[in-house]
């Protein structure tokens, strides 16, 4: 199957955007944004839909829309109950003027569902550079933040006496989860992006308590999906995001089998403090 261009086009676009999704999936499940996430994917689709509209690339309006959004909602709260608010309002306001671009949008049925579900088998070059250059910026950010990110969100309280802004780091975090929503709408669509976002890391949480071992974990079983899934719509001529999403809900049910014992968040806690954070700042 690499004999043709279109299926090498997709294993290499795949492996950029599920190193990603793994990596910046893991923050995600660790700080209890998943629903953020999800959020972000729908206020894709309005910018993807609204870029059309306007007559400029559809990954464009996803990247712009996404990262305006998930500063709003990092910037509205970050308690857990401003912050389900905030997300709420966001993804309303998405959803109507998504509504409304639909109304507009006169073009073929095939864009809007391959923006809805993904085609990664359609990715050319050049979008290919795009999704890289993305992902460099987006795993650099996550690199500069990673570890007062950790602080800020398994030691909200020391953090804060400590003189860390829960809030700046909140909308940091949520840019770089836009960017990576963006990313994955290539290859999933806009309504499967938590299946290849929150699927991995929620079950590399299950397999280890080790921070940096589950990131590591959290990446290379996204990538394993992303794989086998171009591989498996190959050779069935089923639709690759299918392939994606059954492969992520497969992986972690056979996570949470009772063949060793899981790792709890109080354990994921204490080993963040120990690997990650300086001995002086994760000292209560």
Not at 49 to 54: C, K, M
């Amino acid at each position: 199957m690499f004999e043709y261009d279109f299926i090498r086009h997709a294993f290499a676009a795949a492996t950029i955007v599920a190193i990603l999704a793994g990596t910046v999936g893991y923050f995600l499940v660790l700080r209890g944004q998943t629903f953020a996430g999800h959020a972000l994917a729908h206020v894709g689709f309005t910018g993807a839909t609204g870029a059309v509209l306007i007559g400029i690339p559809p990954l464009w309006g996803l990247v712009l829309m996404t990262v305006a959004a998930g500063i709003g909602m990092g910037a509205m709260g970050e308690k857990l109950a401003e912050r389900d608010v905030a997300i709420g309002l966001v993804l309303a306001l998405s959803l109507g003027l998504g509504l409304l671009f639909l109304h507009f949008f006169t073009t073929s049925a095939t864009q809007a569902t391959a923006l809805l579900f993904g085609n990664v088998l359609a990715v050319n070059v050049s979008t290919i550079w795009t999704l890289l250059a993305l992902g460099v910026v987006s795993l650099g950010m996550l690199a500069v933040i990673s570890r007062p990110l950790l602080f800020v969100s398994l030691q909200p309280e020391l953090a804060e006496a400590k003189g860390l802004s829960l809030r700046r780091y909140s909308i940091l975090f949520l840019a770089i989860v836009a960017l990576s929503t963006a990313e994955c709408a290539q290859i999933v669509g806009v309504l499967l992006v938590f299946a290849l976002m929150v699927g991995p890391a929620a079950t590399a949480i299950q397999l280890t308590s080790k921070v940096l071992t589950g990131v590591g974990l959290s990446a290379l079983i996204a990538l394993i999906e992303a794989w086998l899934g171009i591989t498996l719509a190959y050779h069935t001529d089923w639709p690759t995001s299918f392939w994606i999403t059954a492969l992520s809900a497969g992986f972690y049910l056979l996570g949470r089998l009772p063949l060793r014992s899981r790792a709890s968040p109080n354990v994921i806690h204490q080993n963040a403090a120990q690997d990650v954070f300086d001995p002086e700042v994760s000292k209560p």
